[in-house]
């Protein structure tokens, strides 16, 4: 078998007879590299040749590999959430047990020690009792004795009070409101007789009680002359501060208060 054929130069007759016509391409101008067949596209002069020979269904299969590890990543990370929600949820209940169980125990010791002095807690509890009994007995109590005494140091010289009548409010009864008009409030109605050797001047009367504690109206009634003796009649009305509060030291201050500023606006 002959192999003269390897001693050819490459390209054929073709470039041998482009050369001697002097057709051929001018080595000074340059070429352009034809497209390479089979390529999937253009290749750089001396660029080494490279042939994606990886079939379309290896790529589909490996990317599908990468989703699927990517779920079971994100799989795996709420089940480290959840683990860990459950295992925090569990933790603050048995906190919160715990703590219930130790207020019960301190509620049981407490209750024990109640029961030791149950007694002093009966006592606190009667002694509460009176003590809320007398200041309702002490809410429409007023000091009488030394009411009349007052209204007796008001009344001008030579007139002696003789008779007197109270008509008042208790705890258990609501005192009539006035069924006059412009008439104050009151709690009682204070209705006494007077006698004078001498006729009382009624204005100047009637202006002094108005210094008596819970004054609210007065209103005169008759005079009458009898053996050379005048005798007179006066009804007067009695708001709140005239109630002693004797059981109540705050209600008692306040109702001192409110007279006196009261007198000084007169």
Not at 146 to 155: D, E, S, V
Not at 243 to 265: E, L, Q, V
Request: a positive charge; one cysteine or more.
């Amino acid at each position: 078998m002959s192999l003269a054929f390897l001693s050819k130069p490459i390209g054929g007759s073709k470039s041998k007879e482009a050369d001697a016509s002097g057709n051929g391409p001018d080595p000074s101008r340059g070429s352009k590299p034809g497209p390479v067949r089979g390529g999937a596209g253009t290749a750089a002069v001396g660029g080494s040749p490279r042939v994606d020979l990886m079939p379309p269904e290896i790529r589909v299969k490996r990317a599908q590999l990468r989703l699927r590890r990517k779920l079971r990543l994100g799989l795996f990370a709420v089940l480290i959430v959840v683990v860990a929600g459950c295992l925090g949820t569990w933790a603050l209940n048995s906190l919160a047990q715990t703590n219930l169980q130790a207020a019960q125990s301190e509620k049981q010791q407490l209750t024990t020690q109640q029961l030791q002095y149950s007694d002093v807690t009966t006592t606190k509890g009667s002694i509460a009792l009176v003590q809320a009994g007398r200041k309702v007995g002490d809410s429409t109590e007023i000091d009488w004795q030394a009411y009349l005494t007052k209204l007796q140091a008001t009344l001008p010289a030579g007139v002696v009070l003789t008779g007197v009548t109270i008509d008042t409010a208790t705890p258990l009864k609501v005192y009539a409101p006035a069924s006059v008009p412009l008439q104050g409030d009151r709690i009682a109605t204070l209705s006494f007789t007077a006698t004078s050797p001498s006729l009382p001047s009624i204005p100047d009367w009637l202006d002094s009680l108005t210094s008596l504690p819970g004054f609210a109206d007065a209103t005169p009634g008759q005079v009458n002359l009898s053996t050379g003796v005048y005798t007179a009649t006066v009804t007067m009305h009695i708001n709140t501060e005239a109630f002693a509060h004797r059981f109540d030291k705050k209600a008692a201050s306040t109702s001192t208060t409110d007279s006196d500023a009261s007198t000084g606006g007169n």
